[in-house]
């Protein structure tokens, strides 16, 4: 029979870093689905017409984001089993922050597509980085429950995603000069830098590390 005070232990020790750690990562993904989607809010507000963009061109813009995708996301997880999770998502979250404020500078067209497309490589690693992520502080039985608690975040993001990126459009016009959906873009991509610096300092690649966890707990 299991000893009552190591499951007692074991329950314990995984709602603490239940409470540590899917609330931030769940955080983290709406910020990315922001950065994701928010061209699409761009497009008919005033950045179709800025730069020019066809009803093609838009949607190739839109498009492209995920050949870069799809095109980094195995690479993206086997460096971060090299790297660690903490210095790898951090960086990961820089670079898509960075390209994501640079998109509201953009010029044309064809800077738009290549920073859609960079903007795909850079987000490529992020979701199933997290899931394996997750593998390495739940055990497999546990496992499922802290995906399904990190996916509330999915129609969380869905629900405030149109009203905040519409939001920030309306209030941004005019702000420094620029239109809103350009500051729609720095509104939204400054964010993840700024996590970026908190999941080196916040998050720990593995439970071995936590100091934030006594010893029986680790």
Known sequence: NPDPAAAQLGRATLAKVSRRLIPFLALLFVV???????????????????????????????????????????????????????????????????VSTAIAFVPNAATLVALRFLLGVAEAGFFPGIILYLTFWFPQRQRSRAVSLFMVAVPVSTAVGSTVSSLVIDWGQGLFGLSGWRVMFVAEGLPAIALAFACWFYLTDRPAQAQWLNDSER
């Open 32 to 98: 990315n689905y922001l950065d994701r989607v928010n061209i699409g809010f761009a497009g008919p507000n005033g950045m179709n017409a800025e730069l020019g963009l066809t009803a093609t061109t838009f949607g190739f813009a839109s498009g492209i984001f995920f050949f870069g995708y799809l095109l980094l996301e195995i690479p993206s997880n086997i460096a971060l089993h090299r790297f660690g999770g903490r210095r790898w998502l951090a960086c990961i979250m820089a670079t898509w922050g960075i």
